[in-house]
């Protein structure tokens, strides 16, 4: 994760998703993820918002050079710790996405797990990814779908026919970007800010990062993540929970 407000929850968000990330990242955000990712062997990949290094070390064992930023220096001491106990070659970085600590063009890929919706300067971030990526290079993302997932603007609607029931989702504040505090896991200590920006926004951001998308994915959760979460499951076959964007960054846009 990333943002300022999960420093003062680092020890609980470390201690809640454990060292390969839980249920929801492992099973469902984390492969989309990499369907639309493609190959990292060899690559130099930028793990931005990596939290405690959930995300980084599946990249690192996949042959990536991974390399994680995050703004908070409590969950990159955590996943310091844990490259430290178990050796990948990741390489973590305290560094605030919206003026990242690296060189122009210095990676293949980047990459930002739900994280966007976490950035109150979600501008200035795809601003930076377009800097630091080189010609040719890629940005892929998952985040709660900014279309129907929207905190403070969107609820589930779940209502009993005679044959069915009807899963539907009602939302009322899309266009407007706002922020909204809320929780990401249950037991959750204190709230973060969410930043809601509509898909135009994306893609006009991606844009003036020199990117353009390549990749939209609205991926419908596996088997594993319905054992563990059959409602959110029933929930998510019918309306999507995420949204999965690549973008291929080009030396020109006309």
């Known amino acids: 994760m990333s943002g300022a407000g999960f420093e003062a929850i680092a020890d609980w968000w470390d201690s809640a998703v454990g060292e390969a990330g839980d249920t929801f990242h492992r099973t469902f955000s984390r492969p ?15 793990d931005l918002g990596c939290g405690n290094g ?16 995050d703004v908070s220096p409590a969950l990159i001491r955590h996943a310091r710790a844990y490259e430290r106990a178990k050796p990948l070659g990741a390489r973590y970085v305290v560094g605030d996405a919206a003026a ?21 300067d979600g501008a200035a971030a795809l601003r930076e990814v377009g800097r630091v ?27 009993d026919a005679d044959t069915e029931t009807s899963i539907s989702r009602r939302v009322w504040r899309y266009l407007e970007p706002f922020a909204e505090p809320g929780v990401t896991k249950s037991g959750q200590p204190q709230p973060h800010l969410y930043y809601h920006r509509p898909l135009g926004w994306y893609a ?22 319905q054992r563990e979460h059959p409602d959110l499951h029933r929930r998510a076959a019918r309306v999507p929970l995420l949204l999965v964007l690549g973008a291929v960054k080009v030396d020109i846009i006309s």
């Open 204 to 225: 006009a951001q991606l844009q003036a990062g020199g990117m353009l998308i390549d990749t939209l994915d609205e991926p419908v959760p596996g088997d594993d993540f």
């Open 54 to 69: 959930a995300s980084t070390r599946p990249l690192a064992r996949r042959g990536a050079q991974g390399v994680g930023a």
């Open 133 to 159: 990526l080189r010609p040719g290079g890629r940005f892929v993302t998952t985040l709660f779908h900014p279309c129907f997932q929207i905190t403070g603007g969107s609820s589930w609607l779940i209502e």
């Open 100 to 120: 990242l600590p690296f060189r122009d063009a210095g990676f293949d890929q980047v990459v930002a797990d739900m994280v966007l919706m976490d950035l109150a």
């Open 32 to 46: 989309a993820l990499d369907s639309a990712l493609g190959d990292v062997a060899g690559r130099r990949v930028l």
